[in-house]
């Protein structure tokens, strides 16, 4: 897995992740969060190039997606075809602010 962080501006980054979103590999993604939360207001999760996301890669984007209710805004942008049918069959479209 990769991730790659670009500044937006001084209170948003995003992270653009690419390959595999798996229990061997999500904690790297939960680490780099959890790094950068505490000096941004929004964070953006561009997914376009993630080829397979697990439940343990789920479960790092739930408990990202928990800090929009803390007042930090959290968005998915351009997941992989993949993670959107990850998304749709887990119903985690109805929970996520996804951006095509």
Excluded: H, W
Aim: glycine fraction near 6%; charge should be positive; charged fraction near 25%.
């Amino acid at each position: 897995m990769t991730i790659t962080e670009v500044v937006n501006d001084n209170l948003s980054k995003t992270l653009v992740v690419g390959g595999r979103l798996d229990t061997i590999t999500s904690p790297l993604l939960e680490k780099k969060i959890k790094e950068i939360l505490p000096s941004i207001l929004e964070l953006v999760l561009d997914l376009s190039g993630v080829e397979y996301l697990s439940s343990a890669g789920l479960r790092v984007i739930l408990a990202t997606q928990k800090m929009s209710v803390k007042g930090k805004r959290f968005l998915i942008k351009r997941p992989s075809n993949f993670c959107m049918q990850v998304f749709d069959s887990t119903g985690m479209t109805k929970l996520l602010s996804i951006v095509r």
